[in-house]
């Protein structure tokens, strides 16, 4: 039977830390301006983990909790999450006012353009044997569905180009990136790997907002298993090349104590 709310009732939702963005249990206060309140219509206005989305099955063009980066600040259409881009933009400001400019590159990708990736990737590479073909692309690109772009809290800002940032202008960003990002909640998750940290070689250009993203890699790791990565050329050998310890998981370690 469908509940008649009066209008602007407020609303108690409770949640818990799987169910949005929050690191503790709370209660959230909507008010409700409509006589008639339908679940789903509920379930829109607050934000949740789920398997499709930590998997990057869902549209973040439709999804409220994100938000398109302004042109100025991206090099093509660009959404991170809403939380993501509001301290991106603190960051932006306080780079400027030490004359650095940063742009993101690229952002948020659902598992279908994390797909076209990967399987161009795969076509470039087919002189390789299937096992080697899919650990040369690992060396930069993740498997669709156990990337953290499927997020919205991860960003590659300035270059794909780790030599960009050796010198110059390039390693001018960098030291202030590595001086300043984490007091914004932007952490190098793909440090170089002389500690013995496992994956992806490094990435200087990509900055991931720890504050919900470790909430995600929770749950990622709490609720989903390696035979659910599927669907693409390659995902068999997901298993035996430990895609979930060794990529998911192989982050630096400051980003793993993340709390």
Same mark, same amino acid.
């Given at each position: 039977?469908? $509940?008649?709310?009066?209008s602007?009732? !407020?609303?108690?939702l409770?949640?818990?830390?799987?169910?949005?963005? $929050?690191?503790? @249990? %709370? @209660?959230?206060?909507?008010e409700?301006?409509?006589?008639?309140?339908?679940?789903d219509?509920i379930?829109?206005?607050?934000?949740?983990?789920?398997?499709?989305?930590?998997?990057? #099955?869902?549209?973040?063009?439709?999804?409220s @909790?994100f938000?398109?980066?302004g042109?100025?600040?991206?090099?093509?259409?660009?959404?991170?999450? =809403?939380?993501?881009?509001?301290?991106?933009l603190?960051?932006?400001? $306080?780079?400027?006012?030490?004359?650095? *400019?940063?742009k993101i590159?690229s952002g948020?990708?659902?598992?279908e353009? *994390?797909?076209? !990736?990967?399987?161009?990737?795969?076509?470039k590479?087919?002189?390789?044997?299937?096992?080697q073909?899919?650990? #040369? !692309?690992l060396?930069? &690109?993740?498997m669709? $569905? &156990?990337?953290?772009? %499927?997020w919205g @809290?991860?960003?590659?800002? =300035?270059?794909?180009? =780790?030599?960009?940032?050796?010198?110059?202008k390039?390693?001018?960003?960098?030291?202030?990136?590595?001086?300043?990002?984490?007091s914004?909640?932007?952490? *190098?998750?793909?440090?170089?790997k002389?500690?013995?940290r496992?994956?992806? =070689?490094?990435? #200087?250009? %990509?900055?991931?907002?720890?504050?919900?993203?470790?909430k995600?890699?929770?749950f990622?790791?709490?609720?989903?298993?390696?035979?659910? !990565? &599927?669907?693409?050329?390659?995902?068999?050998?997901?298993? &035996?090349?430990?895609?979930?310890?060794?990529?998911v998981?192989?982050?630096s370690?400051?980003a793993r104590?993340? #709390?």
């Amino acid at each position: 039977m469908k $509940s008649l709310i009066a209008s602007s009732i !407020i609303i108690l939702l409770f949640l818990n830390c799987n169910s949005r963005d $929050s690191k503790m @249990t %709370h @209660t959230e206060v909507v008010e409700v301006t409509t006589d008639t309140v339908a679940l789903d219509t509920i379930k829109k206005q607050t934000p949740y983990i789920s398997k499709d989305f930590v998997f990057g #099955k869902f549209d973040y063009r439709t999804d409220s @909790t994100f938000t398109k980066v302004g042109d100025i600040y991206a090099t093509k259409e660009i959404y991170l999450k =809403n939380e993501v881009y509001n301290a991106f933009l603190k960051m932006v400001d $306080s780079a400027k006012k030490d004359g650095i *400019q940063l742009k993101i590159v690229s952002g948020t990708r659902n598992f279908e353009e *994390q797909k076209g !990736i990967w399987e161009r990737k795969w076509r470039k590479y087919k002189n390789l044997e299937p096992k080697q073909r899919t650990l #040369k !692309i690992l060396e930069y &690109s993740a498997m669709p $569905s &156990s990337s953290r772009h %499927h997020w919205g @809290t991860d960003m590659d800002l =300035n270059s794909l180009n =780790n030599s960009y940032f050796n010198s110059g202008k390039g390693l001018k960003e960098y030291q202030w990136l590595t001086a300043n990002a984490n007091s914004f909640g932007f952490y *190098q998750v793909y440090t170089d790997k002389s500690s013995g940290r496992t994956g992806y =070689n490094e990435e #200087k250009w %990509h900055w991931s907002y720890l504050p919900l993203a470790s909430k995600y890699l929770e749950f990622y790791n709490a609720n989903l298993s390696v035979k659910d !990565i &599927s669907g693409f050329e390659g995902s068999e050998y997901a298993e &035996s090349l430990l895609i979930i310890e060794e990529y998911v998981n192989g982050i630096s370690e400051e980003a793993r104590k993340y #709390k």
